[in-house]
């Protein structure tokens, strides 16, 4: 028996667990009032197990008892050398924290328990809750701080981190996994070696970044997961410091770089959530719990799917118009879309990216009845209306600019760089993020808007704010902060409207967005071959019901290979289908394939977008395959993905996982006769998938509901 997920307390002995379905995490306070980092891992049988906390004995003159003891938010001062969450300077300049535990109070925030730790500093009034919330189906457990001045004069924060977390002695070999990319090759999985030293990563221009996605995991030798993930959409930084002996720290937060926040008398800073969890049963079981966790507790809306959106940008660029919409719309209604979204390009002077950010009104020129009768002719082929908007920008060449050239960030004597032709509005400031409330409030009043897709299109630079100098440590979290309250505020006046964020594709799809936003668009590049890539990567944290793909047009930018479009559907159905194309240069072939594909793809929406999904293959030797599982097990999908057979050599079968042993399951793959198998079969023996004798070869395999 282990035990019942929860919270539980030895109140003697000063220690608790928080125990969850799979693992545990445990914390206690040392006499001297340390609260210590006691365990994570497996589940626990005993509070008893736990040990005494206790100050670890000095090693040495240079190895201080204070520098070995893991605790759960070391802030900088006296002898710890490790990795530290917070700094802080008092008024009469005293740079250092001595943070001992006050009380501690579990709770229940909606149907997750918690528990808060108040810390207070031995000499100043400061103090800091570290809130811990337990997912306790998922095994996630979300990590808050808020940091409360007491006092009567102000204090100044220079870092102020989400948590650290303490792994258990591993020996060799352990590997880090991390996300790197680009524009255009977002989130690919790096994996390299554990040995001591640091590795930070960090995102630094005032968005979560392409470069670098706020998640890191551990794996041990023998396959378990420790993973960490930061929900913030600014300036980040994740560090883990392995020391010699075999032990890791995390720590992540606001990057403290450009940060200092004064805290008046009174105040209360709050780090974001970070969100950790443990798996024993490795990288899947890892993407399983994020994934569930997200579809509980992240998205807005945990029970709706997303609906088969199209999406003018690639079909028509900037050269919107109400003709070639309605058209548009025409033939994506014709094929069973259900969300046509007007992209890039339909308001004031926007003929090309030169011009209009800012200025958020319908351009008379293009649309000079107003976009009332394109959405009119959208609704009543039964689709929702998507709009797209860039609100944290500002073109030069702009009404917006030429009234108010002080709200962009900006230092007086410097240039202003421009970059895709923008400035990045000061949105730290209270009067800009009204007038954005307002601008997109009107928008969203005057016309019946169901979808925004939110975009972002260039990193900060100058940050700098002429009329307030001295709030020059606060810009880069205000304005994350500034554009969450735009989105709430008008999520809660306009409760129909959904969001889908998107920053030059993935360049901001952490989980501070997608807190308040129903999808991502994951990349600007759709060649399915490097989209498979990309969607391997970001599926280790996001679940398939908030990954926007699209089919788009072959050859064409990014995409010089021919692919089929089988092919192209197949990829995009792993995540939000979307079509990109312009589908009114498509062929009656192409759309009535698209219209199957579409067909087949609700059918299959709740297990794709609801259901569990497992990488069988991740690309490796040229094969990507994805296993999709309804919890019931009432529904299954496979999709198999060959970018080249050279040898003319068949696949192996796949080994399907999770499924019930003693269930038949009725297989369906197009062109091929049915077949039935129990679930021991298909996980212990697998199950051959033919595949068509082409280039980029794909093929989807569904348990047949009609036979289950
Ligand atoms: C970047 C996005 O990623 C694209 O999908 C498109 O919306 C363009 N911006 C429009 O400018």
Same mark, same amino acid.
Not at 518 to 526: H, K, L, M, P, R
């Given at each position: 028996m282990t035990l019942e997920p929860g919270i539980h307390h030895d109140a003697e002995r000063r220690v608790w667990a928080l125990a969850m379905a799979q693992s545990a995490y445990a914390l206690g306070v040392t006499p001297e009032g340390f609260v210590q980092h006691l365990y994570w891992g497996p589940p626990l049988a005993d509070l008893a197990d736990l040990p005494d906390p206790s100050m670890p004995p000095a090693r040495s003159g240079q190895e201080p008892a204070l520098s070995l003891l893991p605790e759960e938010y070391p802030a900088w001062g006296g002898l710890r050398l490790g990795e530290t969450t917070l700094r802080a300077v008092f008024a009469d300049s005293t740079r250092e924290l001595d943070l001992r535990f006050a009380e501690a109070t579990p709770r229940r925030v909606g149907d997750q328990p918690s528990l808060t730790i108040v810390l207070r500093d031995a000499a100043y009034p400061l103090s800091v809750t570290l809130e811990y919330r337990l997912d306790t189906a998922h095994d996630c457990l979300t990590r808050a701080v808020h940091i409360t001045n007491a006092g009567t004069e102000p204090v100044r924060l220079e870092r102020a981190f989400s948590g650290a977390w303490h792994l258990p002695r591993m020996l060799a070999p352990r590997h880090l996994l991390t996300l790197a990319g680009q524009w255009g090759g977002e989130m690919r999985l790096q994996q390299q070696p554990i040995v001591p030293g640091t590795t930070m990563l960090e995102a630094r221009h005032g968005l979560t970044g392409h470069q670098s996605y706020p998640w890191m995991a551990i794996e041990s030798a023998v396959g378990e997961v420790y993973f960490v993930t930061l929900a913030w959409s600014g300036n980040w930084a994740l560090r883990a410091t392995t020391e010699i002996m075999g032990t890791t720290t995390i720590v992540a937060g606001i990057h403290d770089l450009d940060f200092a926040w004064p805290l008046a008398p009174g105040a209360t800073f709050t780090a974001p959530d970070a969100i950790a969890g443990f798996a024993a049963d490795g990288r899947e079981g890892a993407r399983h719990r994020l994934h569930a966790h997200i579809g509980a507790h992240i998205v807005p809306q945990p029970q709706e799917l997303r609906p088969v959106l199209s999406n003018s940008w690639e079909a028509t660029l900037f050269a919107v118009d109400e003709p070639s919409q309605m058209q548009l719309a025409d033939q994506a209604a014709g094929i069973g879309v259900e969300l046509f979204v007007m992209d890039d390009g339909w308001f004031l002077r926007r003929t090309w990216d030169d011009a209009g950010l800012g200025d958020w009104i319908p351009d008379p020129v293009k649309f000079p009845r107003g976009l009332g009768p394109l959405i009119q002719h959208v609704h009543d082929r039964g689709m929702l209306f998507g709009l797209w908007v860039e609100p944290e920008m500002v073109n030069p060449d702009s009404d917006l600019y030429r009234a108010h050239p002080d709200w962009v960030y900006h230092f007086p004597r410097r240039p202003r760089s421009a970059s895709r032709n923008q400035l990045v509005l000061n949105l730290a400031r209270d009067d800009v993020r009204d007038h954005i409330v307002a601008a997109l409030d009107d928008l969203l009043t005057d016309n019946a808007i169901d979808f925004l897709k939110w975009d972002m299109n260039r990193p900060f630079s100058e940050v700098g704010w002429p009329d307030q100098p001295e709030r020059i440590g606060e810009i880069a979290v205000r304005h994350v902060e500034h554009v969450y309250a735009i989105i709430d505020t008008l999520r809660q006046r306009h409760p129909q409207l959904r969001i889908e964020t998107c920053a030059s594709g993935g360049g901001r799809m952490d989980l501070g967005m997608l807190r308040r936003t =129903?999808?991502?668009?994951?990349? =600007?590049?759709?060649r399915p071959d490097a989209r498979l890539a990309i969607q391997a990567g970001i599926s280790h944290i996001l679940p398939a019901r908030v990954q926007g793909a699209w089919v788009t047009d072959t050859p064409a930018l990014l995409r010089r290979q021919e692919f089929p479009l089988d092919f192209r559907f197949h990829v995009a159905m792993l995540g939000v289908l979307g079509i990109g194309g312009n589908l009114l240069a498509w062929s009656d072939d192409e759309l009535a394939t698209a219209r199957h594909w579409i067909a087949v793809y609700r059918d299959l929406r709740p297990v794709i977008q609801a259901g569990e999904q497992t990488w069988l293959a991740s690309g490796e030797d040229g094969v990507s395959a994805v296993q999709y599982r309804a919890l019931d097990n009432s529904q299954l999908a496979l999709f198999v993905f060959r970018l080249g057979d050279r040898f003319q050599e068949a696949l192996p079968p796949f080994r399907l996982r999770d499924l019930a042993p003693a269930q038949r399951y009725h297989i369906r793959q197009e062109g091929q006769p049915d077949q039935t198998f129990t679930g021991s079969w298909l996980m212990g023996h697998g199950l051959y998938v033919p595949l068509p004798d082409i280039h980029f070869a794909s093929a989807l395999v569904f348990q047949s509901l009609n036979r289950a």
């Open positions: =129903d999808e991502a668009w994951v990349s =600007d590049n759709t």
